[in-house]
């Protein structure tokens, strides 16, 4: 890679480094990093600042400043030889300030979090936590915390923001910001999602769309929903009790039609629940599940709605209900 940076590599060699970055994202995080690194020490020690040095003469200076009453026998390097200590004397120079590099080439690093088919608790550097919904991601500046509180999302996330007035909470989630000081909220943000909507638990949260020049202040109960496809910021109570079953697979479920019990279930349990039969309208359902199996949710639903299902592979298909 260090020979790729400088030129000095074959288009055989550049074509073997860009296969094995692709190879795994490891492989091309290692590039990246290198490369930066690389890029700092090419400006850290251009001729402008640092100019060649003169070995030979560095050398000899060394020898008349050492102990005298050592012999010490010179020798006289073939040029080839002093080429080499031209080489390793800059090397030196790298590895003596290499920290110094690094820690410049890395200070806008972005601190990334993603998550698949798993959720994640993300602790944050001021105390905050996040806990990330599956398919979503975070990112962050390594110096979060120093002189700024700001976050980049994508999905849903359930924050809890730890207070400090002197630095404000800010979250970027598609063309909305959130900003708060400190409060716990959930925020959906998914691109699949038509909404981007922020449902506060406890303080204070001030939803904004900066394209719009418009914002909106947030109590606890409730909800802020910003519709791209109008441009439509709204704010509202919060009617859906089941907004955060997606962490805490808390359920309530009052007089709720079957459909929207399906929907809520497949949100908590991450699961496939369809409905290919037809329901009655009437066919409502009270009752409230913590932290219960889907296994214990689908036979209460069994034997209180008279559930007719059957499991397809990774799929639970309600083909009929008895009320």
């Known amino acids: 890679?260090?020979?790729?940076?400088?030129?000095?590599?074959?288009?055989a060699e550049d074509n073997l480094?860009?296969?094995?970055?692709?190879?795994?994202?490891?492989?091309e995080a290692e590039y990246q990093s290198s490369k930066k690194l690389f890029d700092a020490a090419t400006r850290h020690y251009k001729k402008s600042i640092v100019p060649d040095i003169d070995v030979e003469n560095e050398w000899k200076i060394f020898l008349k400043k050492a102990d005298h009453q050592k012999t010490v026998r010179q020798l006289n390097p073939p040029s080839a030889f002093s080429g080499l200590l031209r080489i390793a004397a800059t090397v030196l120079l790298l590895m003596v300030s290499g920290a110094l590099i690094y820690y410049y080439a890395t200070k806008q690093d972005r601190l990334v979090f993603h998550t698949e088919a798993n959720i994640e608790t993300v602790t944050l550097p001021d105390g905050s936590t996040i806990i990330l919904n599956r398919n979503s991601r975070i990112e962050y500046d390594s110096d979060f915390g120093d002189d700024n509180r700001s976050i980049a999302l994508q999905g849903e996330a359930f924050f809890n923001v730890k207070k400090n007035s002197a630095l404000p909470?800010?979250?970027?989630?598609?063309?909305?910001?959130?900003?708060v000081v400190g409060t716990s909220f959930n925020v959906l943000a998914y691109d699949s999602v038509a909404e981007v909507e922020v449902i506060v638990k406890t303080g204070v949260v001030r939803f904004t769309v900066p394209k719009l020049n418009k914002s909106i202040e947030l109590t606890p109960g409730e909800k802020g929903a910003f519709a791209s496809n109008n441009d439509a910021l709204d704010e509202s109570i919060n009617d859906n009790p089941n907004y955060e079953s997606w962490n805490t697979r808390?359920?309530?479920?009052?007089?709720?039609?079957?459909?929207?019990?399906?929907?809520?279930?497949?949100?908590?349990?991450?699961?496939?629940?369809?409905?290919?039969?037809?329901v009655s309208d009437s066919c409502l359902l009270t009752v409230s599940f913590d932290n219960q199996s889907l296994d214990a949710v689908l036979n209460v639903l069994e034997n209180t709605l008279n559930l007719n299902y059957r499991r397809v592979g990774n799929r639970i298909e309600i083909m009929s209900a008895g009320c």
Request: proline share 2%; charged share 20%.
């Open 1 to 11: 890679m260090i020979r790729h940076f400088a030129g000095e590599t074959t288009p």
């Open 17 to 27: 480094l860009v296969e094995w970055r692709k190879q795994a994202t490891q492989n």
């Open 169 to 179: 909470f800010v979250i970027s989630a598609r063309s909305t910001t959130i900003e």
């Open 250 to 278: 808390k359920l309530v479920f009052d007089e709720t039609h079957i459909a929207e019990v399906i929907e809520a279930i497949n949100k908590a349990y991450n699961t496939n629940v369809v409905l290919t039969g037809t």
